[in-house]
């Protein structure tokens, strides 16, 4: 069974960084794709970032081009190197296994506790 451990999250101003860490517990990560989610107060979850195995990566449109996914399989371990931040990627983040299955990524362990993103402006 699967565990995560979401890290990182804290209070910035716009135009900001932040760095997330996911530490994961089992065997299955060196197997599995990780995605990072994230959910604002009254908005569903979403997908922000994906990464492969062999470090193919994919990212929301809202996100491309401030947001890096990285992972290190050896340590079990996914990042979310979040830059130029803005008021609106105030949510909680989370990260999770991810399925690939008609052209769509699906969460497939249980969620953590997730990290606290807030942007102020």
């Known amino acids: 069974q699967v565990q995560l451990v979401e890290s990182g999250g804290g209070l910035v101003q716009a135009g900001g960084s932040l760095r997330l860490s996911c530490a994961a517990s089992?065997?299955?990560?060196?197997?599995?794709?990780m995605g990072w989610y994230r959910q604002a107060p009254g908005k569903q979850r979403e997908l922000v970032a994906t990464?492969?195995?062999?470090?193919?990566?994919n990212y929301a449109d809202s996100v491309k081009g401030r947001f890096t996914i990285s992972r290190d399989n050896a340590k079990k371990m996914v990042y979310l190197q979040m830059n130029s931040l803005k008021p609106e990627d105030t949510a909680v983040y989370y990260c999770?296994?991810?399925?690939?299955?008609?052209?769509?990524?699906?969460?497939?362990?249980?969620w953590g506790q997730g990290t606290q993103v807030t942007v102020s402006s």
């Open positions: 999770n296994l991810v399925i690939a299955r008609d052209n769509n990524w699906y969460p497939a362990a249980n």
């Open positions: 089992g065997n299955i990560f060196s197997i599995s794709a």
């Open positions: 990464i492969t195995v062999r470090g193919s990566t």
